[in-house]
């Protein structure tokens, strides 16, 4: 049960899922599964669409919501509460963007795939996200300053996104 509970759980999930995901798409039954991508779920005649559409629409929004509220909540009573504490995590997502991009226009430029380039991005983000769930929580409750009697921790995970990535109700 403490493994659940563990800031690296996220990340071990996140990483399990990524290699099945390589394993199945590079195996025989890959092509099975992208055909299922083409198979249309809904409501006939009120709204049809298929599973890769709701997996690319309802899914990342579901997540963008949960990265936008979290990044709020960091914001505004969390961590990153002024410039100062915001400036360092600032510059190292816009190099969590830019940075892929680059290293896939590296091998990419010139050819047709180069216009692939948002997938790397969106990626890093989802990886990004998952080590910042756990590390922004494992200091709150490890730190020094933190006691049975302070405002300043993290509850247990309560919820989960599409990615399994568990979220933490931080308090300051």
């Given at each position: 049960m403490s493994l659940l509970r563990s800031a690296r759980?996220?990340?071990i999930m996140l990483l399990v899922a990524a290699a099945a995901g390589l394993i199945i798409a590079n195996s025989p039954i890959g092509h099975s599964v992208q055909e299922?991508?083409?198979?249309y779920v809904g409501i006939p005649g009120v709204f049809e669409l298929s599973v890769g559409h709701w997996i690319a629409d309802g899914l990342l929004a579901l997540f963008f919501f949960v990265v936008a509220v979290e990044l709020q909540f960091e914001l505004t009573n969390g961590q990153l509460n002024s410039a100062r504490k915001a400036l360092q995590p600032a510059i190292a997502a816009a190099g969590g963007v830019i940075v892929p991009i680059a290293v896939y226009?590296?091998?990419?430029?010139?050819?047709?795939s180069a216009d692939g380039w948002p997938i790397p991005t969106a990626t890093d983000i989802a990886f990004a996200l998952a080590r910042a769930c756990g590390s922004f929580c494992s200091r709150s409750r490890s730190s020094p300053t933190s006691s049975a009697s302070s405002s300043s921790r993290c509850s247990s995970p309560t919820a989960s996104t599409s990615l399994s990535l568990p979220l933490r109700q931080c308090s300051s």
């Open positions: 759980f996220p990340a299922l991508q083409h198979t226009l590296a091998f990419a430029w010139g050819t047709e």
